[in-house]
């Protein structure tokens, strides 16, 4: 069983930064694609960068350029560097471990920009 634990939201200003945290139980992080999505009210849950086994990574083009997806496999931690942050960014993050049969999820992190 895996657990994911996000961290790192909160309220920040356009234009500001914030750097997500999702710490992973388990011995399974490392070999799987990991990703961050998001969901704003009233909307569907999207994938906004994921990062693979190997450090490929993928990016929505709404954030391109702006968020960075990384992970630390001797942490079982994976992370999103969010830039130049706006407030249609703001949105509930979830972060998510692709396995063979199922994926995990997070309980997810608020994140508020105000403008």
């Known amino acids: 069983q895996v657990q994911l634990v996000e961290s790192g939201g909160g309220l920040v200003q356009a234009g500001g930064s914030l750097r997500l945290s999702c710490a992973a139980s388990g011995s399974i992080f490392s070999m799987n694609t990991a990703a961050w999505y998001r969901q704003a009210p009233g909307k569907q849950r999207d994938l906004v960068a994921r990062?693979?086994?190997?450090?490929?990574?993928n990016y929505a083009d709404a954030v391109k350029g702006r968020f960075t997806i990384s992970r630390d496999n001797a942490k079982n931690t994976v992370y999103l560097q969010m830039n130049s942050l706006q407030p249609e960014d703001t949105a509930v993050y979830y972060c998510s471990l692709w396995t063979i049969g199922r994926n995990y999820w997070g309980r997810g992190t608020q994140v508020t920009v105000s403008s």
């Open positions: 990062i693979s086994s190997g450090r490929t990574t």
